[in-house]
């Protein structure tokens, strides 16, 4: 079902990047861009899982983290994507910076480890998580 979530996410993102010539906004390519995005982070998130193989030294707290940064820069897409709705965007310009933000963000969680912690061995899920999930 995980992966599923990411195939869908970029369906969202091929037809938004196509039709961005025809479109009179870039409301949905907006969106569309912000889904690839999204969908790369639970993409991570779904292989980051301690039984998965794919990532050493991964406790229960990476995919919780991953999982937090997907639903944030989801939501604040969300709240931007309105702000495209009379006028084009910079596509290129924006595709980069989804690039480096979403990129930083996986390296402040996987390589530098410096993301607030959402899930505790032994305690269970830490307040940021908890607070961030009704955010």
């Known amino acids: ?68 940064l997907a639903r944030y820069l989801e939501s604040l897409s969300f709240l931007a994507a309105p702000s495209y709705a009379r006028r084009k965007a910079p596509a290129g310009l924006l595709f980069s910076g989804y690039t480096l933000i979403t990129l930083a963000a996986v390296v402040l969680i996987l390589a530098w480890r410096t993301f607030p912690d959402c899930f505790l061995e032994g305690k269970g899920l830490t307040g940021f998580k908890v607070i961030s999930e009704y955010v």
């Open 1 to 68: 079902m995980e992966i599923f979530r990411v195939v869908v996410a970029a369906l969202i993102f091929v037809p938004a990047w196509a039709g961005q010539a025809y479109a009179s906004n870039h409301y949905l390519l907006f969106l569309g861009m912000a889904y690839l995005f999204v969908g790369f982070v639970d993409l991570v998130h779904t292989l980051a899982y301690k039984g998965m193989g794919v990532f050493h030294h991964i406790t229960a707290n990476e995919p919780s983290q991953l999982w937090i």
